[in-house]
T-cell receptor, first 114, second 117 residues
Framework: AQSVTQLGSHVSVSEGALVLLRCNYS??????LFWYVQYPNQGLQLLLK??????LVKGINGFEAEFKKSETSFHLTKPSAHMSDAAEYFC????????????FGKGTKLTVNP | GAVVSQHPSRVICKSGTSVKIECRSL??????MFWYRQFPKQSLMLMAT?????????EQGVEKDKFLINHASLTLSTLTVTSAHPEDSSFYIC?????????????FGPGTRLTVT
């Protein structure tokens, strides 16, 4: 069974500082991996995805993530945080050959301090 | 492109009544849609997979007779909460699978806040 672990339910950074949100996965097959962002009372917006192509994936709003098979990780980074980045971030995994169901991590709330 | 809408965005209903929530893929066809439930400050819990032209597949522990799902067309899935009770109050989110170039992504609707009084 697939699973996702997001280390740190809350992360707080200063505006302009590096953002690092951690995600580790467990999967018996090479997975697809996704990062989504959720603003209060809204649905989820796809930031980026890994689907077995380049291991360094660039997404929207300056975010990127690197797939590291040896570490079973897919951490999300952004060089310089903006106030508008404050939101809930979810990492998710799916089985490419399966039912397309996403298994979500518990989420990480990012706070950006001025 | 790849926009998913939900209607209504908010609904308040009385205990014992039924509520229907619509999920539409606006600019693509989706043979598969998913319904999630999200409790405050928690992650998304998959309720069911909605397949166009066939019965929905429910996750373990989800009452199929309470949460009726109908995938009427390639752009519309509906979730009906029957005989709603206060414990059904939650944020319900749908998603639709968009396939392209050998891979796929799920695009999410904006969610529906259900409050049962």
């Amino acid at each position: 069974a697939q699973s996702v672990t997001q280390l740190g339910s809350h992360v707080s950074v200063s505006e302009g500082a590096l953002v690092l949100l951690r995600c580790n996965y467990s999967s018996s097959v090479p997975p697809y991996l996704f990062w989504y962002v959720q603003y209060p009372n809204q649905g989820l917006q796809l930031l980026l995805k890994y689907t077995s192509a380049a291991t360094l994936v660039k997404g929207i709003n300056g975010f990127e993530a690197e797939f590291k098979k040896s570490e079973t990780s897919f951490h999300l980074t952004k060089p310089s945080a903006h106030m508008s980045d404050a939101a809930e971030y979810f990492c998710a995994v799916s089985d490419p050959g399966g039912s397309e169901k996403l298994v979500f991590g518990k989420g990480t709330k990012l706070t950006v301090n001025p | 492109g790849a926009v998913v809408s939900q209607h209504p965005s908010r609904v308040i209903c009385k205990s014992g009544t039924s509520v229907k929530i619509e999920c539409r893929s606006l600019d693509f066809q989706a043979t598969t849609m998913f319904w999630y439930r999200q409790f405050p400050k928690q992650s998304l819990m998959l309720m069911a997979t909605s397949n166009e032209g066939s019965k929905a597949t429910y996750e373990q522990g989800v009452e199929k007779d309470k949460f009726l799902i109908n995938h009427a067309s390639l752009t519309l899935s509906t979730l009906t909460v029957t005989s709603a009770h206060p414990e059904d109050s939650s944020f319900y989110i749908c998603s639709a699978t968009y396939r392209r170039r050998g891979s796929y992504e799920q695009y999410f609707g904006p969610g529906t806040r259900l409050t049962v009084t």
